[in-house]
């Protein structure tokens, strides 16, 4: 069983920086491609970034892409999301989630991720 605690949401205004924290434990760390999804109030969770086991490759969504990024630390077992020039259409909360499942690409899908935490708040004020 693995858990997923997210940390570092808070209330920031338009322009701003956050760092979201993902701690995993219960696994190896190297066995888990991580993601993080959002989820507004109304709309569909959808996906924000992931990073394949090993930290090479990452994946961002179009409406993200240049201002946050993936990263990971094997030896925290922690993944993180540095979220710059924050927008208030990025209000949501923000979800971690791995996959145990070895595929040859990363994927974006919420349904194929095996593992999800219990979210934190951002909210961008404009």
Sequence with gaps: QVQLVESGGRLVQAGGSLRLSCAASG?????????WFR?????????????????????YADSVKGRF????????????????SLKPEDTAVYYCAADLTV????????????????????????
Excluded: C, H
Aim: hydrophobic fraction near 35%; charge should be positive; charged fraction near 20%.
């Design 69 to 84: 990024t993936i990263s990971r630390d094997k030896t925290m077992n922690t993944v993180y999301l540095q979220m710059n």
């Design 27 to 35: 696994s190896p760390f190297s066995l888990l491609t991580m993601g």
């Design 39 to 59: 989820q507004a109030p109304g709309k569909e969770r959808e996906f924000v970034a992931a990073i394949t086991r090993s930290g090479a490759l990452s994946d």
């Design 103 to 126: 595929r040859e690409v990363l994927v974006r899908t919420p349904r194929l991720y095996d593992y999800w935490g219990q979210g934190t708040q951002v909210t961008v004020s404009s």
